[in-house]
């Protein structure tokens, strides 16, 4: 790290010491203007940062953190298409995905922005042809990013599910996930999509395999004609795609400059495509485009995706918080705390600076969680009164777009949820001393220490567009925290060893007499299990 930026490191801890002595409590009392000035609006997301243990004098070295770790320049970097993948030599360009026609990035002296409109357009001719054909369900294969994203936005924006065709999601090498998907599907109406950018994952190979082999079964085909009529592929190796038995008219073409976790608005988007249409599927572009812009041309101070960025190195780096929970008060996000764990950890859980020395900071936090209210009713004691404190982003809608039962119904449940969310915020940051009803009883077992930050995100209505927005402010936020931690957020090494390891493992399964490596324990797990 550059003396330079030490120092302004070193800064940043002696503000949060002195913040250590200051509640937010306090906060609010010196600033009653505290909420209009960290109150920060980008596109159609209001988010609040005023329950975060943050004041100007904490902002100005965050803000100089990033300015120190040359972020606009950087932002510039990913926006142009620069190799920043630096360890894969690689070109970062999730926002080229969606870019307005028109609009020019070259990669290689090829304008990208023109192949994805092309493949934006075959993704909707495609859909029409699955719809036409009388398939009424798509059943994507993928895992990590090429199941996360499709399968937390199609849950997400179920209720503008418009085409007549559903769409299932599949992921785990459990023959138990394939099972329970398939087991209440007709293979006269089922066709399957291959997501995969490498199109050699074990988990989805074996099964789309299997799937292909149901779908035989049940059609009364050999394998490679059930390929070559109902099966679609999603995949940067359209060769491999090919080999398995897809025709090239039902392979759709990612590329090496789409990381798997920020490909959601990639061709990987074409199962939820198929649920939701292709309109739907643009609007979600467009929303994640208009934060882009504003993550590119806000001023950094005004700048959500960025405060977001630095107030969680705060609360990692300055306090020490080893974790953050995301909390949607929208039952439709119940997947978005797994798909911000692959973002967020995957991206900058790293021990490596990007010049291959070990780091001087923590890195990202464990990032999990559950939609209020259910967590509310499980873990939520230990983030009131449990001995780590564990910052929360909270997500809430002002409308429900929940159908199907009564209006007056839905508008009153809303309340309660919404009530529940502004109650939980107010709760950690403020805590009570004691128990209000009878201060006697219980004392401390009955105290709320408070001071406990969190950041409130608010929209009108879970849409296509605000979706698209939300997506975009983490993956934002997850690239200044990359750059601030000085990391390569865009490769993933630390998932190799595992799949090296799995696949000596299933060699030794196969055949016990083979000579190996495997350690000890492992191999007296696997005899265990050939026993
Ligand atoms: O193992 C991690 C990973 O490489 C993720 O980064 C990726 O999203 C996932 O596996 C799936 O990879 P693929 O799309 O190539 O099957």
């Not at 970062?92 to 307005?100: D, G, N, Q």
């Not at 050699?200 to 292909?212: D, F, K, L, V």
């Not at 190796?237 to 025709?247: E, I, K, Q």
């Not at 994640?288 to 969680?312: C, K, S, T, Y």
Request: charged share 20%; glycine share 8%.
């Amino acid at each position: 790290m550059e003396e330079s930026v030490r120092r302004v490191w070193a800064a940043l801890d002696r503000e949060a010491a002195r913040l250590s002595g200051i509640t937010i409590a306090d906060l609010f009392a010196v600033d009653p203007d505290r909420v209009t000035a960290m109150v920060v609006d980008a596109g159609d997301l209001r988010v609040d940062f005023s329950r975060q243990r943050l004041d100007a004098g904490a902002l100005k070295v965050l803000l100089a953190l990033a300015e120190a770790t040359e972020l606009a320049d950087k932002r510039t970097a990913m926006f142009a298409g620069l190799p920043i993948n630096a360890t894969e030599q690689r070109a970062v360009l999730h926002t080229a995905l969606r870019a307005p026609a028109g609009t020019r990035i070259e990669v290689d002296g090829v304008d990208v922005v023109a192949d994805v409109h092309r493949t934006l357009d075959r993704m909707a001719r495609l859909v029409e042809e699955v719809r036409a054909s009388g398939i009424r369900t798509v059943v994507n294969i993928g895992i990590g990013g090429s199941n996360l994203g499709p399968a937390m936005a199609a849950l997400a924006l179920a209720p503008f599910a418009t085409t007549g065709i559903d769409a299932r999601f599949v992921s785990n090498v459990d023959p138990a996930d394939l099972a329970a998907c398939l087991a209440d599907l007709d293979p006269r109406t089922t066709a399957i999509v291959v997501s995969s950018k490498t199109f050699t994952t074990q988990e989805t190979m074996a099964n789309a395999r299997s799937a292909i082999n149901w779908l035989s079964a049940g059609l009364g085909l050999d394998p490679e004609a059930t390929a070559a009529a109902r099966v679609y592929a999603v995949s940067s190796n359209v060769a491999a795609a090919g080999a398995f038995g897809v025709p090239a008219e039902h392979v759709l073409p990612m590329w090496d400059w789409v990381g798997g976790r920020f490909s959601l608005a990639s061709a990987i988007g074409f199962s939820l495509m198929c649920s939701i249409g292709a309109d739907n599927f643009r609007e979600m572009l467009a929303g994640m485009h208009a934060i882009d812009r504003h993550f590119v041309e806000a001023p950094l101070e005004g700048n959500v995706p960025v405060l977001m960025g630095l107030v969680g190195i705060l609360n990692r780096n300055g306090y020490g918080y080893g974790s953050r929970a995301v909390i949607p008060y929208l039952q439709q996000l119940g997947r978005f705390p797994a798909y911000l764990q692959q973002l967020e950890m995957e991206s900058n859980g790293k021990r490596s600076d990007i010049e291959g020395n070990s780091v001087e900071r923590h890195t990202s936090p464990v990032v999990w969680g559950e939609p209020g209210t259910n967590g509310q009713h499980a873990f939520f004691q230990l983030l009131h009164q449990g001995t780590d404190i564990i910052p929360v982003d909270f997500i809430g809608a002002r409308r429900s777009t929940a159908v199907g039962l009564a209006d007056d119904d839905i508008a009153s449940q809303h309340q309660k949820l919404m009530s529940n969310l502004f109650a939980q915020a107010a709760a950690l940051a403020f805590g009570a001393p004691t128990a209000t009803d009878n201060p006697n009883a219980l004392g401390e077992h009955r105290a709320f220490p408070g001071n406990r930050p969190s950041t409130t995100i608010l929209f009108d209505a879970l849409t296509p567009s605000t979706l698209g927005q939300l997506i975009a402010l983490y993956e934002h936020a997850t690239f200044v925290q990359g750059v601030v931690w000085g990391i390569n957020s865009f490769d993933q090494w630390g998932v190799e060893l595992g799949k090296v390891l799995a696949n000596s493992v299933l060699a030794h399964i196969a055949d016990t007499a083979a000579p190996t490596t495997l350690d000890p324990a492992t191999l007296a797990a696997v005899s265990w299990l050939n026993a």
